[in-house]
């Protein structure tokens, strides 16, 4: 019987090539099963994104979804939690994404894990590696790949990346994520998404989550100007294991 290897894709650029570089490796000698955390909350491009890669690849994306939230959405896990971000983490990583992996895991057998790591990200995989799953093949990272060089063989192969790194967002998750604290983060969303802005606003503001931080300072979204600027957004990934960090 062979080995199942299982690649999370995030509808990201790095997890696509990831998904293909073990078609190409392992295509022949092992099972492998492509396999995606939906989340309501991204840009509708994605799914775009994701039938596009279906056929790069040759080979079909199923999902995995935790029972608890059979609609997949941030906002639902929020008003459930009443918590969105803070010192816990974020509860949308944990139950649609580390939970929806976890009881994907109880009913399949998975020998190895393959994750959109890339060489830049060298820390993350190790982080996965010592604390979730030892077994992952670092397909991307053993190939000295980076995010850069991802888009770029992409881009070659005449695959057209999700809308939302076009718009200026630094990768494909949730518009509005609530693990964002820059206010030029918050700011580009609410100049591209207002309605977005507007609901993330009033439900932090009903939760009591001050998600911005200004001048070293936490503030609630509807606290914030539009003229209100940090530093760069940070080029960061949600993906199955989203740790806490500053966008
Ligand atoms: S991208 Fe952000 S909002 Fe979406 S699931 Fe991950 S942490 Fe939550």
Redesign the pocket.
């Known amino acids: 019987m062979k080995k199942l290897i299982t690649v999370w894709f995030s509808c990201g650029a790095a997890s696509a090539v990831a998904a293909k570089k073990t078609i190409e490796k392992y295509g022949q000698t092992h099972d492998i099963l492509i396999v995606n955390n939906p ?1 309501k ?2 840009h509708e491009d994605n799914r775009r994104f994701l039938k596009q890669i279906e056929e790069y690849i040759q080979h079909p994306i199923i999902e995995a979804v935790n029972s608890k939230f059979p609609n997949h959405s ?1 906002v639902e896990v929020f008003d459930k939690k009443k918590y969105m ?1 803070g010192v816990l983490g ?1 509860p ?2 944990l139950e ?2 580390k939970e929806a992996r976890y009881q994907f895991e109880l009913s399949h057998n998975i020998d190895f894990h393959v994750l959109g790591f890339t060489i830049d990200e060298w820390q993350r995989q190790k982080k996965f590696n010592e604390g979730e799953r030892g077994n992952t093949l670092p397909v991307l990272i053993e190939n000295f790949i980076t995010k850069d060089d991802c888009f770029k063989r992409l881009r070659k192969d005449a695959i057209k990346i999700p809308e939302i790194y076009n718009i200026g967002f630094p990768n494909a ?2 518009i ?5 604290q820059s206010p030029t983060y918050w700011n580009l969303v609410r100049s591209e998404f207002p309605l977005i802005f507007q609901q993330r606003a009033e439900q932090s503001r009903r939760i009591g989550c001050k998600l911005v931080k200004l001048h070293g300072k936490r503030i609630f979204l509807d606290e914030l100007k539009p003229s209100d600027k940090g530093g760069k957004i940070r080029n960061w990934e ?1 993906g199955i294991f ?1 740790s806490m960090g500053e966008i």
């Open positions: 989340i909350e991204e941030i971000s974020a949308c990583t649609l994404k998750n949730c509005g994520c609530v693990k964002a949600c989203c």
